[in-house]
């Protein structure tokens, strides 16, 4: 994992936020992306494979989108459901 990655985390995980801190299945979620472009990769061709399918969070954005009215999606990344 690269040293701005880790540092990244770090903060997410352990900063004292003044407003709303990220909820940890956004922080997951980072965490599961940042596997599949960083860490995936170096495993080899079975790693590589997951970068040929799409990201969720285009299938997030797009019901997003498609659902404006719906709670159940987020209208920002890494922002709370009522954004």
């Known amino acids: 994992m690269e040293p701005e990655t880790q540092r990244l985390l770090q903060h997410w995980r352990s900063h004292k936020f003044s407003g ?20 995936a990769p170096k ?16 299938w997030q954005t797009v019901n997003a989108v498609r659902r404006p009215g719906s709670g159940r999606f ?7 459901r009522s954004a």
């Open 20 to 39: 709303v801190r990220p909820f940890f299945c956004q922080v997951e979620a980072v965490e599961t992306l940042i596997w599949v472009t960083e860490v």
């Open 43 to 58: 495993i080899g061709k079975t790693g590589k494979r997951f970068l040929e399918h799409p990201m969720i969070i285009a």
């Open 74 to 80: 987020s209208r920002g990344f890494l922002g709370s």
